[in-house]
T-cell receptor
Framework: GAVVSQHPSRVICKSGTSVKIECRSLDFQATTMFWYRQFPKQSLMLMATSNEGSKATYEQGVEKDKFLINHASLTLSTLTVTSAHPEDSSFYIC?????????????FGPGTRLTVL | ELKVEQNPLFLSMQEGKNYTIYCNYSTTSDRLYWYRQDPGKSLESLFVLLSNGAVKQEGRLMASLDTKARLSTLHITAAVHDLSATYFCAVVPLTGNQFYFGTGTSLTVIP
């Protein structure tokens, strides 16, 4: 089946630094990818839709200048958390739909756990 | 505002018992997905429901979709400890491709 990878799986950084998270579709092309954030014991909240070759679409309440998204190729989207603060500590998950499948299902990456000290 | 609510949020049940988790949503949709998440892990796809009246079964789990009632159910039959996890439903509105997740149901099966 389709596979989506994320890197890194865990990252610990100091407050004020920027962190880049990569999301790759390994065996299919993804013109669209989604980024989610999940706080402990909570649901996944959609942050933004990453579109290959164009600007990302952000959900209401998500700061586009703080969470920079770049979808430079059909297999790679990156999320950069700029000037990270402790409240940005969370589990970040990306997903990519495989529109070639009959079910338009989403394939989820393994997630990146960000801890900001 | 699109809402996807699950009931119950927490469920503790004994092995061998049956129970149903409910997923209500507030938008028009004909695509609903169920996922399982183990602690510290990402999501595992369980079911894809793409039409009104759709019913899917896998092992001890069965999912159904009623698009008119905007309701999906996940039925657990004769629960076993291995089913302990958090279960999420996710809805895709007719007008987009974004997945909107339910509040989640944390299931604990007690031996």
């Amino acid at each position: 089946g389709a596979v989506v990878s994320q890197h890194p799986s865990r990252v610990i950084c100091k407050s004020g630094t920027s962190v880049k998270i990569e999301c790759r579709s390994l065996d299919f092309q993804a013109t669209t990818m989604f980024w989610y954030r999940q706080f402990p014991k909570q649901s996944l909240m959609l942050m933004a839709t990453s579109n290959e070759g164009s600007k990302a679409t952000y959900e209401q309440g998500v700061e586009k200048d703080k969470f920079l998204i770049n979808h430079a190729s059909l297999t790679l989207s990156t999320l950069t958390v700029t000037s990270a603060h402790p409240e940005d500590s969370s589990f970040y998950i990306c997903s990519a739909p495989d529109f070639s499948s009959s079910t338009d299902t989403q394939y989820f990456g393994p997630g990146t756990r960000l801890t900001v000290l | 505002e699109l809402k996807v609510e699950q009931n119950p949020l927490f469920l503790s049940m004994q092995e061998g018992k049956n129970y149903t988790i409910y997923c209500n949503y507030s938008t028009t949709s004909d695509r609903l997905y169920w996922y399982r998440q183990d602690p510290g892990k990402s999501l595992e796809s369980l079911f894809v429901l793409l039409s009104n009246g759709a019913v899917k079964q896998e092992g001890r789990l069965m999912a159904s979709l009623d698009t008119k009632a905007r309701l999906s159910t996940l039925h657990i039959t004769a629960a076993v400890h291995d089913l302990s996890a958090t279960y999420f439903c996710a809805v895709v509105p007719l007008t987009g491709n974004q997945f909107y997740f339910g509040t989640g149901t944390s299931l604990t099966v007690i031996p």
